[in-house]
């Protein structure tokens, strides 16, 4: 059945140590979105990609994160260096053409 | 301010009660409007998807929007404790050619026997 796929589930790291989280978007969307999940900021958009083409990454802090769609099934979500405010919830959901998105289920990350 | 303002609450009900959700907007950009479940531990699923100011329903679930107060409700009929979540709204705007949703920091529901 169709899905989401992330990985890790979890992730435990120390503070200063760089963080891959990764993501496999449904077959066919050509949409990908990264959000980062906190109780108090609640989903917040980190970057999206249309076509694998970057379209917006202004929600994220540019100096230790990074994202990339190397190719259609794959994309990444990279934090260097880590920081204990980096911990949260992070999702990958995907689309095609602005229908409705689809969610993994998350990667949770804390940063100690 | 976030664009997409919610209640977090928690909200608890019991068994049978009709629940009503809410959330306002601020930015007029925004031209669809959806309501996601989220379990404990699990992604955001979508319920509900509406283009325009009005009622939509599905089964228990009717979605409203007021567009000219913006504001958006989520009502549920004869709710059952497997309703039990966050449910968070989430408006869309344009930007580069797509539809960017936004989302509300989520209500927490309890529905209890």
């Known amino acids: 059945d169709a899905r989401v796929t992330q990985t890790p589930r979890h992730k435990v790291t120390e503070m200063g140590q760089e963080v891959t989280m990764r993501c496999q978007p449904i077959?066919?969307?050509?949409?990908v979105f990264w959000y980062r999940q906190t109780m108090m900021q609640g989903l917040e958009l980190l970057a999206y990609f249309r076509n694998r083409a970057p379209l917006d990454d202004s929600g994220m802090p540019k100096d230790r994160f990074s994202a990339e769609m190397p190719d259609a099934t794959l994309a990444t979500l990279k934090i260097q260096p880590s920081e204990p405010r980096d911990s949260a919830v992070y999702f990958c959901?995907?689309?095609?053409?602005?229908?409705?998105?689809?969610f993994g289920q998350g990667t949770r990350l804390t940063v100690v | 301010q976030k664009e997409v303002e919610q209640d977090p609450g928690p909200l608890s009900v019991p068994e049978g009660a009709i629940v009503s959700l809410n959330c306002t907007y601020s930015n007029s950009a925004f031209q669809y409007f959806m309501w996601y479940r989220q379990y404990s531990r699990k992604g955001p699923e979508l319920l509900m998807y509406?283009?325009?100011?009005g009622n939509k329903e599905d089964g228990r679930f009717t979605a409203q929007v007021d567009k000219s107060s913006k504001y958006i409700s989520l009502f549920i009929r004869d709710s059952q404790p497997s309703d039990s979540a966050t449910y968070l709204c989430a408006a869309r705007r344009a930007s580069g050619g797509s539809y960017i949703p936004t989302f509300g920091r989520g209500t927490s529901l309890i529905v209890h026997p």
């Open positions: 077959l066919g969307h050509n949409t």
């Open positions: 509406t283009y325009s100011s």
């Open positions: 959901a995907s689309e095609w053409m602005n229908t409705e998105a689809f």
